[in-house]
């Protein structure tokens, strides 16, 4: 399997330490709002690299952070531990407490994730009705439940000496790592312009670039609503803590593959490299890999603060199915930032329409795989997720003369990797009762006059009576609970 290794600043053959095993660390999600289309990416993308590991017969071992505490970094890039801590805000907001926002977003990132088809870190499929409370049996780590392993984790930087304490905090000293800034080449000046401010808030601070492992509850902080014991006082952990601290509680010491969106590397992973050499004395991780981003007409980043992203609920409302998102995202490479528009994501839904179409036309008998295409999908995949060659054998196979039972073997095959629920496409339509029907209809009426609530409190009625509308881009679909 070969991918681009950020390090290596190139495409590099993958040697897992373990024969046949890879080990994945993936950056999760930030729980304190909705996740948007930018947000999204990251976990397609990486979701269609674990089914290909899977598909191509490796175990996987995978773990997904969700961070739910000390996500400190203010609104720009520069990763400023000063900023203002949105869990806390957006619970004040809401007049609950923190960890309320964070299962209600937990709970909201597993129905975008069930929605596309994206895998549990540990391979499964989410199941229907799990909800924030088994998200850690489906191998996502909750920062939270992980604050002993972070305390255990500073204490071992400190002692070797990587650490100074102040009033405010304990802060990680990026002058004692040699190779700090390896992701970037960029010099420590070049980082003081972001984080000027900074200084301010922290006269005893050395450097800008330094950064908090332990924040402590006084100054600005004074009032912080989520605290834990730690050796250097009442406080909350950095943000890049978590990442070493359960990266190495699960995966060990030395791991495989983290993976990350671009954004994440000047910062978050190039301070989370410094605590793993400064916590273990080498690097833990031996390839990061990281995806681009999603981008508007203007090349602009699609991205919550900038407010011109939209929610996957926003995009079925628009009469997309969540199908339609999931192969936009899929049929670019990581490595290539994506426009985004409606007119992309409605060119997405053709070509998809396009295939389920001729899937259907297959009938439903299995025959057997079509080795020679198994054979060129493998090696499509195993060259750093060559996805526009993907998708060109698929739809050559679907065009190929070939008996149609094997082509639909073979088409049934491929999507284990491509998620694209393909194998929906000829189900029997199911029994509904007469009264969900005409709940049903109902329901269609109301939409059809833009009255979403009612649409919503009808959802719920035939919900009750066991059955999940789904509305896609041919309209109501029915599930049985
Ligand atoms: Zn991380």
């Not at 801590?85 to 990132?109: C, F, H, S």
């Not at 800008?208 to 730690?230: C, I, Q, R």
Request: charged share 30%; net charge negative.
């Amino acid at each position: 399997m070969k991918l681009y290794s950020t390090l290596d600043r190139k495409i590099v053959e993958i040697e897992p330490l373990k024969e046949g095993q890879i080990s994945i660390y993936s950056c999760g999600p930030t729980v304190y709002y909705r996740m948007q289309i930018g947000n999204i990416r990251a976990y397609v993308n990486w979701d269609v690299f674990h089914r290909s590991l899977l598909y191509l017969g490796y175990g996987v071992k995978r773990i997904m952070n969700i961070t739910d505490v000390g996500h400190m970094t203010s609104l720009d890039d520069f990763g400023s531990d000063f900023g203002e801590d949105r869990m806390d805000k957006q619970a004040e907001r809401e007049g609950v407490q923190p960890i309320d926002i964070a299962n209600k977003y937990i709970d909201t990132v597993l129905d975008d994730f069930r929605a596309l088809n994206i895998l549990a870190p540990n391979g499964q499929v989410i199941p229907k009705d799990l909800t924030h409370e088994g998200v850690e049996e489906l191998g996502f780590t909750r920062a939270t439940e992980y604050v002993e392993e972070m305390i255990e984790v500073i204490k071992k930087i400190e002692a070797n000496g990587y650490t100074y304490e102040t009033e405010q905090a304990l802060y990680f000293d990026v002058t004692k790592i040699s190779e700090y800034s390896i992701f970037t080449g960029q010099n420590l000046d070049e980082k003081e312009v972001g984080v000027r401010e900074e200084v301010e808030v922290d006269m005893d601070k050395k450097n800008p670039a330094d950064f908090v492992l332990w924040m402590k509850k006084t100054g600005k902080y004074e009032n912080h609503l989520m605290n834990w014991e730690s050796p250097w006082g009442v406080g909350f952990p950095g943000w890049h803590i978590e990442c070493t601290a359960m990266g190495t509680a699960k995966l060990g010491e030395r791991f495989d593959i983290h993976t990350g969106g671009v954004d994440h590397i000047p910062v978050h992973h190039t301070n989370e490299r410094a605590q793993n050499i400064g916590a273990f004395g080498h690097p833990v991780v031996k390839y990061w890999v990281h995806n681009e981003w999603l981008v508007n007409k203007d090349d602009g980043k699609l991205s919550k603060s900038s407010g011109n992203a939209p929610y996957l609920p926003t995009l079925i409302e628009l009469g997309f199915d969540a199908m339609d998102v999931r192969y936009l995202l899929l049929s670019i490479n990581y490595r290539t930032r994506i426009q985004f528009s409606v007119e992309s994501l409605e060119g997405s839904r053709n070509a998809r329409l396009a295939i389920t179409r001729k899937v259907k036309e297959l009938g439903k008998e299995k025959g057997n795989l079509i080795q020679e295409y198994v054979e060129r999908f493998k090696k499509a995949l195993e060259d750093n997720l060559n996805m526009s060659e993907v998708l060109s054998i698929l739809n050559e196979l679907l065009k190929s003369d070939n008996p149609k039972e094997d082509i639909l073997a073979t088409v049934l095959d491929f999507d284990r990797v491509l998620g694209l629920d393909l194998d929906k496409v000829n189900e029997d339509p199911i029994e509904i009762p007469s009264q969900v029907k005409e709940l049903l209809d109902l329901r269609q009426k109301v939409r059809n006059e833009r009255n979403f609530e009612e649409s919503d409190n009808l959802r719920d009625e035939i919900s009750k009576l066991g059955y999940i509308v789904k509305d896609t881009s041919e309209g109501q679909q029915i599930e049985k609970l």
